[in-house]
């Protein structure tokens, strides 16, 4: 399917999705074997950057680079990862996630959306994993801009064919006049499902139960 095919590969996806005019971070992709200067990426995603495996999930591998002394080590680190990495420009702003499903009988639902206040330098493995982080369900924007970000989810949801649960992460930057941007970050078909994951606690804020939410993924797939 599409959408399988897309979310594994991050360069491939954001590409596709900025075809329809989704905001996503400026980036380079790099491949085994392919020589590249440090200073050409500072050229062109700037600095500070982000360098991850261009698959692959759980933050590993990916260095929040400062300085063009950390590029190429950052290089090497996520190639272990990956053959192919994707450096990608620092987009500052208020990192938000946002769950939806659809169905026959329900049609669209996007869940409420959660607010991740990171209390590491990002979202990385610790953040995800050990607890180093405060998640806000739901999260605190404005009325318009939740609005806007679960109307992107949707659309972004039907324009891959996606199917089952699926969790979009996103960036909310200010522009020069101090509006709020939406930017696409990254996108999860299989998102985490342990009572602290982001789609239990978006299932909660809705008023809903993850069994009954389940339940009817599961009716649709087998109907």
Do not use: W
């Amino acid at each position: 399917m599409l959408v399988e095919a897309l979310t594994f590969n991050k360069f491939a996806l954001n590409q596709f999705l900025k075809g329809f005019g989704v905001k996503v971070a400026e980036s380079v992709l790099v491949r085994e074997g392919q020589h590249v200067e440090a200073q050409q990426i500072a050229d062109k995603v700037g600095l500070p950057c982000f360098i991850k495996p261009n698959a692959g999930g759980s933050s590993f591998g990916v260095t929040h680079c400062k300085t063009l002394e950390d590029v190429l080590p950052a290089i090497e680190k996520a190639m272990k990862e990956s053959p192919e990495v994707l450096i990608e420009s620092e987009l500052k702003g208020t990192e938000i996630s946002d769950g939806a499903y659809r169905t026959r009988a329900n049609g669209m639902r996007v869940l409420p959306i959660t607010e991740v206040v990171p209390k590491t330098d990002f979202f990385d493995y610790d953040a995800k994993y050990n607890g180093l982080v405060e998640e806000i369900t739901p999260a605190r924007l404005s009325e318009e801009t939740t609005k806007r970000v679960q109307a992107l989810t949707g659309a972004i949801y039907d324009l891959l064919g996606a199917s089952g649960i699926i969790r979009i992460d996103y960036i909310i930057s200010k522009n020069a006049a101090g509006d709020d941007v939406i930017n696409m970050l990254e996108i999860n078909t299989t998102p985490g499902m342990t009572a602290t994951s982001f789609i239990p606690q978006q299932v909660r804020a809705a008023g809903l139960e993850m069994k009954d939410v389940l339940n009817e993924i599961i009716a649709e797939k087998l109907s």
